[in-house]
């Protein structure tokens, strides 16, 4: 199968600073990516969906501006998080897919964990 | 608008025992579903999905899941656990236009997941 790739896996980092990480389709063209959070011990709530190209649509409740999506290429999309605070750490998890190849499936990045100091 | 319940947190059996985790969802549409396995620290792997083919679905692992419209549920089953089924299972739906490409491709609503046990 597709595989979706996240960088880095695990990043600590000070309250206050930025974090960007990474999410690449690595054998495939992501038309599509979906940026989720996972808190410990709860499901996936989906943060945005960034088409390539294109402004990102986010979720109710999601800040558009601490939350930042960036997705320039077919096989890149970034989420930079800004003036972290440990309210924002969690497990963020990408996924991608091709609109234009409708049976190919959606495929999920191994996560990165955020932990704010 | 769709959702999706997972009854049950946390299922625990025995190695070799059935293993029946439980979803129903809801959906103003007709939907696509999917089971997914998340192993701690990991993304989500697909186990199987419902894409309105065959009712009875299998997916790989061997587990399989039947959509049942009457009951609006999409339970999965596996007739004999293993301990390397042991993982967080989480059900999802979608709507049949975001998955052919409509507004809203690909919009995934998860459950709240099922954490599977399995004892020697």
């Known amino acids: 199968g597709a595989v979706v790739s996240q960088h880095p896996s695990w990043v600590i980092c000070k309250s206050g600073t930025s974090v960007k990480i990474e999410c690449r389709s690595l054998?495939?063209?992501?038309?599509?990516m979906f940026w989720y959070r996972q808190f410990p011990k709860q499901s996936l709530m989906l943060m945005a969906t960034?088409?390539?190209?294109?402004?990102?649509?986010?979720e109710q409740g999601v800040e558009k501006d601490k939350f930042l999506i960036n997705h320039a290429s077919l096989t890149l999309s970034t989420l930079t998080v800004t003036s972290a605070h440990p309210e924002d750490s969690s497990f963020y998890i990408c996924?991608?897919?091709?609109?234009?190849?409708?049976?190919?499936?959606?495929?999920f990045g191994p996560g990165t964990r955020l932990t704010v100091t | 608008a769709q959702s999706v319940t997972q009854l049950g947190s946390h299922v625990s059996v025995s190695e070799g025992a059935l293993v029946l985790l439980r979803c129903n969802y809801s959906?103003?549409?007709?939907?696509?579903l999917f089971w997914y396995v998340q192993y701690p620290n990991q993304g989500l792997q697909l186990l199987l999905k419902?894409?309105?083919?065959?009712?009875l679905v299998k997916g790989i692992n061997g587990f399989e899941a039947e959509f049942k419209k009457s009951e609006t549920s999409f339970h999965l089953t596996k007739p004999s656990a293993h301990m390397s089924d042991a993982a967080e299972y989480f059900c999802?739906?979608?709507?049949?236009?975001?998955?052919?490409?409509?507004?809203?491709?690909?919009?995934?609503?998860f459950g709240q997941g099922t954490i599977l046990t399995v004892h020697p």
């Open positions: 959906s103003s549409v007709p939907p696509y």
């Open positions: 419902y894409t309105s083919a065959a009712t």
């Open positions: 996924s991608a897919r091709n609109r234009l190849q409708p049976r190919l499936e959606q495929y």
């Open positions: 999802a739906v979608s709507g049949r236009g975001a998955y052919a490409g409509g507004t809203s491709y690909g919009k995934l609503t």
């Open positions: 054998d495939f063209q992501a038309t599509t």
């Open positions: 960034s088409n390539e190209g294109s402004k990102a649509t986010y």
